[in-house]
């Protein structure tokens, strides 16, 4: 894969130019105001009764309701939950976004799944940082950037590669390194990634360990210890050094014993059901489930949200994460 870095980029293509973000939450935050220590014109574009509304104002961007933030802007920005954007989009960007604009998004599910189909003239592009949108602002800050992917689905004034080079340098994602992909790579892999290893795979794995243990008759606040709170060790490690750093760190009796046993616990047979769930992302099964949930006002997702903070483990963790945080 090619990769981008400050030097091929020119932030003057956003000379004049108006960038309206759609959304002000976990990426439209983090985006907007980077962009706008960058030097770029931003608009932030929120519902007006919404909490957003007065976080923008008070972080001193400029704000106003989505119509308005898309009409006269040259790069909209579909930062809103996916399931949140097809509507905002019929409603205000659809009948406001002008001939020669980008749309932009962060994610490929709207245009790999079409719960978006955007107009003709204008460019429709993506910039997909790897991270949280906390971290990007805190490395931001820090005077670097996240690595980031783009792609461009349609280019119809010729600069859309630029343009979507030139918000990842808003970002700082070119200090650090940008890939380009397609919106459906994109959307494939992060959604098998979420779910089969990072969101999904992580947390089961915590579950059932911890299940274990205090099913073994040993203490929750150990099993906890030993499960969860440790995870974010090796995790680090990992990701510092790759598995050899992390096999170097930990003792030879980890090493040794990681080693001989992890297979008995995700093996060959974990690997025929993710490639089922691959499947089912890229034939649209998880996407037909997932917005038929939309529709239904998400009730199942609350009500699993809901499970999920009856478990002993994540009342077991309250209580010790407490412990962490310094009382005086
Ligand atoms: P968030 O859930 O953080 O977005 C919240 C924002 O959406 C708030 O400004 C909120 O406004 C607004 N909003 C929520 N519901 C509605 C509604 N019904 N009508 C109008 N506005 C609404 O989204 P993310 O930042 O997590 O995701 C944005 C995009 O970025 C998605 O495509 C996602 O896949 C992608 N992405 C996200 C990452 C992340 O770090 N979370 C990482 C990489 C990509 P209000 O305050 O008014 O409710
Ligand atoms: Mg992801």
Redesign the pocket.
Same mark, same amino acid.
């Given at each position: 894969m090619q990769l981008y870095h400050d030097n091929d980029v020119d932030l003057k293509i956003f000379d004049g130019k108006k960038i309206a973000v759609?959304?002000?939450?976990? !990426?439209?935050?983090?985006q907007a105001l980077c962009f706008h220590d960058s030097g770029l014109d931003v608009t932030?574009g929120?519902?007006k009764?919404?909490?957003?509304?007065n976080?923008?104002k008070e972080d001193g961007l400029k704000v106003a309701e /989505?119509a308005d933030a898309v009409k006269g802007a040259d790069v909209v920005m579909?930062?809103?939950?996916?399931?949140? !954007?097809p509507?905002?989009y019929k409603e205000f960007v659809e009948p406001n976004i002008k001939k020669g604009a980008a749309l932009e /998004?962060?994610?490929g /599910?709207?245009i790999t799944f079409k719960t978006i189909i955007p107009p003709e003239g204008v460019d429709v592009i993506m910039m997909?940082?790897?991270?949280?949108?906390?971290?990007?602002r805190l490395v931001f800050l820090e005077g670097f950037g996240v690595p980031a992917l783009i792609s461009i689905h349609k280019d119809v004034t010729g600069n859309a590669k630029q343009i979507a080079l030139g918000l990842a340098k808003g970002l700082g994602a070119t200090r650090a390194g940008v890939f380009e992909t397609s919106f459906d790579n994109e959307t494939y892999t992060?959604l098998f990634g979420e779910q089969a290893v990072l969101c999904g795979g992580q947390t089961e794995l915590i579950k059932r360990g911890f299940e274990t243990l205090v099913e073994g008759g040993y203490p929750p606040e150990m099993a906890y210890f030993e499960v969860l709170h440790e995870t974010k060790l090796i995790v680090d490690l990992i990701n510092k050094g790759g598995f050899e750093l992390m096999w170097h760190v930990v003792s030879n009796t980890a090493e040794y014993g990681g080693l001989t046993r992890r297979e008995r616990v995700v093996n060959k047979e974990s690997k025929v059901e993710m490639k089922k769930i691959l499947k089912e992302i890229e034939d649209g099964t998880f996407k037909n489930q997932w917005t038929a949930e939309w529709d239904a006002d998400l009730v199942n997702l609350k009500k699993m949200e809901n499970d999920e903070k009856k478990l002993q483990l994540e009342i077991t963790g309250k209580e010790i994460r407490s412990l962490f945080q310094r009382k005086n």
């Open positions: 759609l959304g002000y939450g976990a !990426q439209g935050r983090a932030v929120v519902r009764d919404g909490a957003s509304w976080k923008a /989505f579909m930062l809103l939950p996916d399931e949140v !954007q509507k905002v /998004f962060a994610h /599910f709207a997909a940082p790897k991270a949280p949108g906390d971290m990007e992060d």
